[in-house]
C-alpha cells in the first residue's frame, strides 16, 4: 500500500509539472518585418519534446491554421522557403495540452525597405538596435527613423541605437530611406525586469490589423487583473495538491501501522 501512495504521489507530480510548461517561439533571422521571398524559420522552443507543440497563426484571410497547411513543420520548427505578403499575422504555439507561447507578428512587405526590430519584449534598461534595411543595396544608407509618427533622428550608416530603453519607448517604430521608401511600422514593447508577462490566452483575437495602443482601456486592466489572479492561483495549486498527497501517504502508512499491530498482539498472546 506504500508504494501504491508513493506511485500516486510520483505521477501526479509529473502531470503537474506537464501543465505549467511553456514553449517560447523564436524567429530566425531575428525580425518582424520582412521582404517577400525572405526565407523565414519559426521555433517552438521547448525542454519538453512530449508537450506535442504546434504552430499555429491568424492572418486577415485565415484563423488558427497549422504549419502544414501553410509552411514546412519539422521537429518544432516551421519554415518558409519563399515567404509572402499573405503570410503577414500573428503566430504562436500551442500543445495538446493547451497553453501557448508568446505571439509574434509578422509583417511581410513587398516593397523595398524594412525595419529590422526586436521580435520579442524588450527589458527595461537594455540597449536596443534598430537597422533601416534595402532589399537590393547596402544597409548602410542613411536613414531616418520615426516613433508614432514623429521623426526621432536621421542616421548615417541606417542604424539607431535606444540606449536604455525605457516604458516611455515603447511605440510604433518606422525608418525611411530617401530614393528607396518607407518601411511598415512595428510596435516595440518593453518590460519591466521584474515582472513576468504570462503567456496570452486565446479567448482574445489577435490579427495583424490589431496593433497595441500605449494607454489600456478599463475592460483590458480587468482582463489584466484576471489573468494574474488565475497565474497566483496557478502557483498555489501544485503546492496544495502536493501537501494533500503527503497528508494521503501518511494516512496510507498508518493504515498500514494499524494492520500490523492485530498480528503482533496475536503472537504475544500465543
Known amino acids: 500500500m506504500k508504494q501504491t501512495c508513493l506511485q500516486q504521489l ?3 507530480n509529473s502531470v503537474l509539472c506537464c501543465r505549467l510548461t511553456y514553449a517560447r517561439l523564436t524567429v530566425s533571422p531575428s525580425s518582424s518585418q520582412f521582404f517577400e521571398g525572405d526565407f523565414v524559420s519559426l521555433r517552438c522552443e521547448e525542454d519538453d519534446s512530449s508537450a506535442g507543440w504546434t504552430l499555429r497563426r491568424n492572418t486577415n484571410r485565415e484563423t488558427r491554421t497549422e504549419c502544414n497547411e501553410w509552411g514546412r513543420w519539422s521537429g518544432s520548427s516551421c519554415s518558409f522557403s519563399y515567404i509572402l505578403t499573405l503570410d503577414s499575422g500573428v503566430y504562436w504555439c500551442e500543445s495538446r495540452e493547451g497553453p501557448i507561447s508568446n505571439m509574434v507578428n509578422l509583417t511581410v512587405t513587398g516593397g523595398s525597405v524594412i525595419l529590422q526590430s526586436p521580435v520579442l519584449p524588450v527589458m527595461e534598461g ?9 532589399k537590393t543595396t547596402p544597409s548602410n544608407l542613411p536613414a531616418a527613423f520615426y516613433k508614432d509618427g514623429s521623426l526621432i533622428r536621421e542616421q548615417p550608416t541606417g542604424h539607431m541605437t535606444i540606449q536604455h530603453v525605457s516604458r516611455s519607448d515603447e511605440g510604433l517604430y518606422k525608418c525611411d530611406i530617401s530614393a528607396h521608401g518607407e518601411s511598415p511600422s512595428s510596435w516595440i514593447t518593453v518590460t519591466d525586469k521584474h ?14 490589423a490589431l496593433t497595441p495602443t500605449p494607454a489600456a482601456s478599463p475592460d483590458s486592466s480587468t482582463l ?13 495549486f501544485p503546492y496544495f495538491i502536493s501537501t494533500l498527497l503527503l497528508v494521503s501517504l501518511y494516512r496510507c502508512r498508518a493504515t498500514g501501522l494499524d494492520s500490523a499491530q492485530p498480528a503482533e498482539q496475536g503472537l504475544e498472546d500465543k
Open 126 to 134: 537594455d540597449d536596443v538596435t534598430l537597422l533601416c534595411k534595402t
Open 10 to 12: 510520483f505521477w501526479l
Open 224 to 236: 489584466q487583473l484576471v489573468i494574474r489572479l488565475a497565474l497566483h492561483l496557478l502557483v498555489f
Open 195 to 208: 515582472t513576468t508577462t504570462p503567456p496570452p490566452t486565446m479567448s482574445t483575437t489577435w490579427l495583424p
